[in-house]
């Protein structure tokens, strides 16, 4: 039996995680311990008067509290910002200080304000009810049109009428008049709206101090160690990042929010350095909801043009988008640099421009949420398009087969300035329609049960792996056991697996005798990126490759000088360096054990991106009395460029499209839009989709080699979130188009559904 790339390997790592043998963050325990409780506020806007600790500092079992104040005497920063734009208008975007704890004013609910560090968790929370904070509330706003409202409340200074960003894309001028030259103009408004992240595991994060030598060590579930101790440390604490060690265990899901420098990880350190002991925070699912990063969020006017034949010739966005009541350090990303290049989806549009407005709002910052950008450009086009096809009485694969961009065009630069390489739209898109019998549903809908039925069709494509370095090292031990350290983690997605796999392959050695190793910035490694924008196969699996290189180019050398022929007369085959038309031969095995070991390294870069894409159908029965949606059928054809794993592969398809149906049928998060309470703060009133919301899923690929990296791969991470918001909201419009309806608004919750039918039935 082979495993070699392409076969269904099962993951190796899921006998630990589903007999509860992972370790996780939490599961690590240190002598002397000390448990953190952060006191966060309890309204979303309002001035600081005072914040009172005594009775919390008087408890036996407090060991300290520590204010703003206490942090800006020791000298300690704020937390970076990574991504820094200027406005349209030119000038610098404001980057107002995001302090560890609140200064002077708190700005969302659940931001944090002080830290109790305690003998026990239960002492820390106690505690940290203990502390009372004065605070004079202000008006709250929530959503950006609001914030950028005239004598809307002001969250900064910094930041006159709340604007974080307003930035464009394109020449707004030209595509106003491409517009008006069209033929037709199909507009419509859409809201993406605001969801939580959800990661099975909560954030965490344990702080060590050697006062002996000055070396912190973090141990925290985040998606790359090695940035985040780039990105937190220097900044919070002004020290060479050479000071501090970041370990991360196993990591359960992060999906783009953790790869965030958060308050807490810094403020364990910090308390750490002070108290000179070791400081825990575990996140409950509580504090999840008000503190994690949130995703989406932005509200959207397209306009799209067309000429008589339903060709596309211009497209024009105007987004709001909110950044929360903090600048998170991509906080701006989603919204510019990622989604509106993505606008154009697979077609050839002239003329393409985006403006975008960030406001500060009175809730939990924006980041990253899987795809990070690329959902939202998805989302836009892709209902666009569908209810283009609706005006103009098209089918839906019609007015898309006419404007895909085809093979031959490729590599393709869209109006945006944006680069495909490789792909063949229309014909996985036909691939889809046929794994998902779109020609059958007509029989389907004509059943007579009282349900109202359709089916849609969106064709998503994203761009992966943006360019960087990643670096890799593979280690041969004398007794034959092989490593392979690479800084690309896993949350979930089963490195352990793909990348034994690669090395098996390429070694010519059992998957048994390999090992993975993530999270530790004391890996030999040259470079590390970490796990986001779907880069961990294409980075880390072309870093792992060139390690892998690397050591087969010693060993032949070693080979070669121990069978006495020259490297060129070596053939390499199964583990075994043989002479062609000989019987000398020696195992890789065997020479790792003569040399004592053997070692190589890979310092890969990336220079372009992938862009991944592929057709999703999405079949819907709606109930009209209660306007409950049954997904009836969900298929997938997607182009990955090369499945590397076709288990792992479908894995991260399956979850994806849950978390798209998730967003499209049930997840928002709430806030009173008066006082900035959040009403949606645990899974009673929030709605994650469960197992018996979904189908079975129907995934399979139709590759076009990705012409950008040598593996020949398309990120495949996020993809699954990014079809199936469009794929089920163009069903569920298709359901309701006999009633008239052409747009209704995420989430497609039973109630908005039941109120859209009962309106348009009078
Ligand atoms: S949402 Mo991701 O970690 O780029």
């Not at 995680?17 to 325990?29: E, K, L, P, S, V």
């Not at 002479?579 to 390294?601: F, I, Q, S």
């Amino acid at each position: 039996m082979k495993f070699g790339l392409g076969q269904p390997f099962r993951r190796v790592e899921d006998l630990r995680f589903i007999t509860g043998t992972g370790t996780y963050t939490d599961d690590h325990r240190y002598e002397g311990e000390l448990h953190a409780a952060i006191v966060r506020a309890p309204v979303a806007h309002g001035v600081i008067r005072g914040i009172d600790t005594e009775d919390a500092r008087a408890r036996e079992d407090v060991l300290a509290v520590y204010t703003a104040d206490d942090l800006a005497a020791d000298g300690i920063g704020s937390l970076p910002v990574v991504i820094v734009l200027d406005h349209a208008e030119g000038g610098q975007m404001p980057l107002p200080d995001h302090t560890l704890l609140a200064r002077g004013k708190v700005r969302y609910l659940g931001e944090p304000v002080a830290l109790v560090v305690a003998t026990s968790a239960l002492a820390a929370l106690e505690a940290a009810e203990q502390v009372m904070l004065d605070i004079e509330d202000l008006p709250a706003v929530v959503e950006p049109a609001a914030a950028l409202a005239d004598g809307a409340p002001q969250l900064f200074e910094e930041a006159p009428g709340n604007l974080a960003l307003h930035w464009t894309l394109g020449d707004l001028d030209e595509a106003d008049a491409a517009l008006a030259a069209a033929e037709r103009i199909v507009e419509l408004q859409l809201v993406n709206n605001r969801i939580v992240v959800a990661s099975m595991e909560p954030r965490n994060a344990i702080g060590l101090y050697d006062a002996a030598d000055g070396q912190f060590t973090l141990v925290s579930g985040t998606q790359g160690s090695h940035m985040l101790r780039d990105w937190l440390f220097e900044a919070v604490f002004g020290l060479p990042a050479a000071k501090l060690r970041v370990i991360t265990p196993d990591v359960g899901g992060g999906f783009g929010m953790k790869a965030v420098p958060y308050p807490e990880q810094a403020l364990v350190l910090y308390a750490a350095r002070k108290l000179e002991r070791p400081v825990r925070w575990q996140s409950s699912r509580a504090e999840a909801f008000l503190s994690d990063t949130q995703g989406r969020d932005n509200y959207s006017t397209a306009k799209l043009g067309l000429d008589g034949k339903g060709r596309f010739t211009a497209l024009k966005i105007e987004t709001l988008a909110s950044s929360g009541g903090a600048l998170s350090a991509f906080g701006v990303y989603c919204p510019t640099l990622s989604g509106p290049p993505m606008a154009p989806g697979v077609y050839r549009i002239p003329v393409v421009a985006t403006d975008v407005r960030i406001a500060y709002t009175n809730n939990a910052p924006m980041d990253a949420y899987r795809g990070a950008g690329r959902p939202e450009a998805a989302y836009l086009i892709e209902r666009l398009v569908d209810k283009a096809a609706r005006e103009l009485g098209m089918t839906p694969a019609v007015l898309r087969e006419i404007n895909m961009i085809t093979p031959q065009e490729m590599p393709h630069t869209t109006a945006t300035g944006v680069v495909y390489d490789s792909g063949d739209f229309a014909n996985v898109m036909h691939a889809g329609m046929k794994a998902a019998d779109w020609d059958g549903f007509a029989a389907r809908r004509a059943q007579d049960d009282g349900k109202l039925r359709g089916i849609g069709l969106a064709y998503y494509i994203e761009r992966t792996g943006v360019p960087g370095k990643e670096g890799a090292a593979v280690e041969i031990s004398a007794d034959g056991r092989v490593t392979v350290h690479v800084g690309t983690q896993s949350t979930g997605q089963g490195h352990e697996t793909t990348y034994v796999q690669m090395t098996a392959e390429t070694l010519g050695i059992d998957p048994s005798r390999i090992v993975v190793k993530t999270g530790d910035t004391d890996q030999p490694i040259p470079s590390a990126g970490g796990t986001v924008a779907s880069r961990s196969m294409v980075h880390g699996g072309g870093a792992i490759r060139l390690a892998n290189r690397a050591v087969l180019a010693k060993a032949s050398e070693a080979a070669a000088q121990m069978l006495e022929v020259d490297t060129r007369e070596l053939a390499f085959d199964d583990g075994v360096f043989r002479v062609p038309g000989t019987n000398r031969h020696v195992g890789l095995l065997d020479l790792a054990a003569k040399l004592g070991g053997l070692e190589g390294v890979g310092d890969f870069e990336q220079l372009a991106g992938t862009f991944p894409n592929g057709a999703h159908v999405c079949e819907v029965a709606i109930d009209p009395d209660t306007g409950m949606i049954k997904v009836e059928r969900y298929t997938v054809v997607d182009d990955f460029g090369r499945t590397l794993n076709p288990l792992v592969l479908s894995g991260q398809i399956h979850g994806g499209i849950a978390q798209g149906i998730g967003q499209a049928m049930m997840e928002r998060t709430v806030y009173d839009p008066e006082t900035g309470q959040m009403l949606s703060g645990s899974f009673m009133d929030y709605g994650l989709p469960r197992a018996d919301d979904l189908p079975f899923f129907d995934v399979a690929t139709q590759n076009t080699p990705c012409t950008t990296n040598p593996l020949g791969i398309k990120g495949a991470g996020e993809a699954g979130a990014i079809g199936a918001p469009p794929a089920f909201v163009n069903a569920v419009v298709d359901a309701l188009s006999s009633l008239g309806i052409d747009h209704l608004d995420m989430p497609l919750t039973p109630a908005r559904v039941w109120e859209a039918i009962s309106a348009a039935r009078g």
